[in-house]
C-alpha cells in the first residue's frame, strides 16, 4: 500500500493551496482518510477527516479555510487550503484507515500514512 500525497510548497499567507493524496496497492476497501500536520516543534494533530459515508470533521483552527474531498473512487483524497496563515506552515501527512490483504493472513485492518508534504507559508 501507498499512499502519495502532492501539493504543498511555499505560499503567501493568505494564499492557497491544493493537496492531494493518492492511495494505490492492495487495498480491498478505505474507511477513512485524513489529513494530519505537525509543525516544528509540535505534536502531529488531525486537519480534516473524511469517512466512508461522508461525514467530515474539521480541526477549529482550519474551519471556514479549508475543505476535504474524496474523489469517487474513494481513493484519492483533497486538501484544499484558503486564507494560509503562517501558523498553517507544517508537513502535511496523508493517513488511511484501510483493510488490505496478505497472502499470508488474509484481509485485515491497518492505518497507513504518506511520506509527507511540506506547507510553508511566510512573506
Known amino acids: 500500500v501507498e499512499l502519495n500525497e502532492s501539493g504543498g510548497g511555499d505560499v503567501q499567507p493568505g494564499g492557497s493551496l491544493r493537496l492531494s493524496c493518492i492511495a494505490s496497492g492492495s487495498i480491498v476497501s478505505i474507511k477513512e482518510m485524513a489529513w494530519h500536520r505537525q509543525a516544528p516543534g509540535k505534536a502531529r494533530e488531525l486537519v480534516a477527516q473524511?469517512?466512508?459515508?461522508?461525514?467530515?470533521n474539521y480541526a477549529e483552527s482550519v474551519k471556514g479555510r479549508f475543505t476535504i474531498s474524496r474523489d469517487s473512487d474513494g481513493k484519492t483524497v483533497f486538501l484544499q487550503m484558503n486564507s494560509l496563515t503562517p501558523e498553517d506552515t507544517a508537513v502535511y501527512y496523508c493517513?488511511?484507515?484501510?483493510?488490505?490483504?496478505?497472502?499470508?493472513?488474509?484481509?485485515?485492518?491497518?492505518?497507513?500514512w504518506g511520506q509527507g508534504t511540506r506547507v510553508d507559508v511566510s512573506p
Open positions: 473524511i469517512t466512508n459515508d461522508g461525514r467530515i
Open positions: 493517513y488511511a484507515d484501510l483493510r488490505t490483504v496478505s497472502e499470508y493472513i488474509g484481509e485485515y485492518d491497518t492505518d497507513w
